[in-house]
DNA sequence: ACTGATTCGTTGAACTTTCTACTACACTCG
DNA sequence: CGAGTGTAGTAGAAAGTTCAACGAATCAGT
């Protein structure tokens, strides 16, 4: 819109046939193991995927608590998604809110009892159906490289400043 | 709660230090990665990941139309959701429900013009997307693991009557 | 054909997530 | 100190997803 009024046609890199396999193969592959995960977990212990996730940062933070801001960031969920998850979970007695000490801005969030029994009780099968759909269903190295590969992604996106 | 009362306690087989380690990085990672590919496209093209597939499965199949559970089961939508999903692509003038001819149960979707138009103007920069953050971040041979591994995965998913 | 079971797609309500606005506190710099 | 700017968390409305129930068409067995 300032000097140029078009910008400059830049031929599309499209992915080549076998980049495009591999794209397409990882695409629905996670759609369909994150989905059964989730499925699982949620018929054998009532949690979802991001409650469960909520649930083992508390566990293993010092204190089994945790700030609102840092379990947010840590699971990448937006501030106001997580406010609401926790709210339910307060509700229902998983965790509770305290207010943070150092920061009167802040909030802390800290794993109950119940909560923490209910993850002791939810893990295992957890474990298992990771180990039915994921880990067991690959080598040792297929495995270790899926988790490099992504490693390497997640690291590059949070490097990254922005886009 | 028939003859042996209690089931019979099996240690749980945890993961080890470095299955959990690439598990978590898997882990974190996709879900960075895909939220990272649906805030980009939805900036540049206003279409979310969902809506975007849908798009390409159409503009895939021949005559760019498919009956509606073909589409809900081919990228894993429930029959429900697709309906709401296509409702408002329908509104939006990206889709057109038909009459299917062979079953009079069935309903046909078919790409409009200004859909496959739309598609087409999306794909580019969503292709810049997927290239930036996963593709060319990876070596051919990287991302050649992720894709087969993946596959495998969901193979495996597929194949399996239910669990 | 007739009956019952099944599949297709839709509907509306309940629930979850996202988006935007807002309050309160903390930090900083004159 | 105190005005301005930034950060933490919340609240409610809007958008999207899931769930259960339904009507219509098909299929299988008689």
Redesign the interface.
Known sequence: MTSSGEQTERA????ST??Q??????R?????????LGR?LEDESGFSLHEYEVLVRLSEAPDRRMRMSELASG??HSRSRLTHTIARMEAAGLVQRRTCSSDLRGVDCALTDTGFQRLVEA??GH??S??????D??SDE?????????????H???ETPE?
């Open positions: 599309t890199r499209w992915l076998e980049q396999r591999h794209w397409r193969a990882f629905n592959g996670v759609a369909l193991l994150m989905d059964t699982e699971i990448g893990a295992p474990v298992e990771v180990r039915a759909h994921l880990v269903v690959l297929q495995l270790a490289a899926l988790g490099e590969a992504m490693a390497v992604v997640e590059r996106l949070r886009r």
